[in-house]
């Protein structure tokens, strides 16, 4: 295995999509400035190619991760990797990885099955860094950052709230939902299913069933900004630990979303628009007033489909709620044409068709931490730490922008020998947070905070 510091040092990106925009043009400066070959590989080696065409040198590569015989064969080549694939091929790339020694940096939620490989990873001296992304990732760099500078100063925190959320910029803000699609639009439509959600309120542990998430939404205040809906975000408790604050009364990550779309989702989830687990039979002439009455009990022939689902879903018939779910096109009597699929799919489909980013448009990433505290002198105070940024064109999105970057940065510092540790991580410790936020600082990522 090459050292860290070798100049052949070279790196292999799995996946082309959404996200990989900004990373690629940041792994291309890495090559330029430093010389270090860089493949993007992909399914599509269209999709690969045109992101790649503008970067000399770059290599574009087509790869079915499927064949381990050819993901082998790159991973060996290779002294990183870097998976922005779907989260469960994340386990079959780091078994790769760890027989070939090489490092490996995921976006993704850190699993049981990638915390496996911790000690092996020791064992072969390599890095397989996870959660290294926007949320995860940012957020924690940023977090640490000041729950480490409040320790410093002798003060015990005694709240945490931490809420991020991928959204449309004020000036491309068009349609009611306040929202269009900047990422994996099914993870969108599966949010909130990944698991189970609970949080600390006040000394209490919450459980949050997914039947009521959304229904649960609380206003966030972001300076500028305005309100914002957020909701509770998968397991919090578990970064409790993580974070160093045992004993904290309340600690909650949580998603942001614009006032009133938690609502709106909410009767989706109610209807059972975003359920995954069964086929709708369609047929050619199968149409979406059919596909929404089927999932209201009044519904059905001679009804009003609106009224009758807002009497289902306890609203009256005016409420923006059901505007909402009208602008969608689920009242309307025009013809699905698909095939048969899931609900979740059908509404996938919705979504992908009404929630396009126009080429012309900019996506907006927001995040808050909130910290309340105790100074060794007694006295109360609360701070926090706030990001806006908008994207630049519809591909180089301010989420492909907060995902990529901190997994760019860290790329260079494994390359140029400064991150020491070894094993399964994720980024907590100052080696981490101070190298990555200066950069981003340079790249137009950079946090407000302030005492309130």
Not at 262 to 278: E, F
């Amino acid at each position: 295995m090459a050292t860290a510091t070798n100049p052949s040092f070279s790196i292999l990106l799995l996946g082309a999509g959404r996200s990989a925009t900004a990373l690629i043009g940041y792994l291309a400066d890495l090559h330029q400035q430093h010389g270090w070959p860089v493949t993007v590989a992909d399914a599509s080696e269209d999709l690969a190619i045109h992101k790649t065409v503008q970067y000399p040198g770059i290599k574009a590569a087509a790869l079915d991760v499927n064949n381990a015989e050819a993901a082998q064969a790159l991973i060996k080549d290779h002294q990183l990797v870097i998976s922005l694939l779907p989260p469960p091929m994340h386990p079959m790339v780091a078994g790769w990885c760890l027989q070939h020694q090489k490092h490996l940096i995921t976006a993704s939620y850190l699993s049981e099955a990638m915390s496996a490989f911790d000690q092996a990873a020791k064992d072969a001296g390599v890095l397989f860094l996870n959660e290294c992304g926007l949320d995860p990732g940012i957020d924690h760099l940023s977090a640490m950052k000041v729950i480490d500078e409040l320790k410093a100063e002798g003060a015990t925190i005694t709240r945490f709230a931490s809420y991020c959320g991928g959204l449309i910029a004020p000036e491309s803000d068009n349609n009611p939902w306040n929202y269009k699609i900047t990422w994996n639009p099914m993870n969108v439509v599966l949010a909130g299913q990944g698991g189970i959600t609970k949080f600390l309120d006040q000394g209490q542990l919450k459980y949050m069933p997914y039947a009521k998430l959304f229904g649960q939404a609380t206003a966030v205040s972001v300076k500028g900004l305005g309100l914002f809906d957020a909701y509770p975000n998968r397991d919090s408790v578990g970064y409790v630990r993580t974070y160093g604050l045992e004993g904290i009364q309340t600690f909650i990550r949580g998603t942001l979303r614009r006032q009133g779309y938690c609502t709106a989702w909410q009767a989706l989830v109610t209807l059972g628009y975003t359920d995954n687990t069964y086929t709708w039979p369609l047929t050619e002439t199968t149409t979406w007033a059919e596909v929404t009455a089927s999932f209201v009990p009044k519904a059905g022939l001679g009804t009003d489909l609106r009224q009758t689902t807002a009497q289902y879903l306890g609203l009256p018939a005016d409420d923006i709620v059901l505007d909402k779910l009208a602008w969608l096109g689920l009242f309307e009597d025009t013809p699905v044409r698909l095939l048969a699929d899931t609900p979740a799919k059908l509404l996938l489909a919705r979504i992908e068709a009404k929630w396009v980013l126009a080429p012309y448009d900019k996506d907006l990433v927001v995040m808050q931490h909130q910290f309340d505290y105790t100074k060794a002198d007694g006295s109360r105070h609360t701070r926090h730490a706030d990001l806006a940024f908008v994207g630049q064109t519809q591909e180089m999105t301010a989420m492909a922008m907060g995902v990529g970057y901190p997994i760019g940065i860290a790329a260079k510092l494994i390359g140029l020998g400064q991150l020491k540790q070894t094993g399964v991580q994720i980024p907590l410790s100052p080696d981490y947070y101070e190298p990555i936020l200066a950069e981003l600082m340079t790249l137009g990522i950079t946090f407000d905070e302030y005492e309130v």
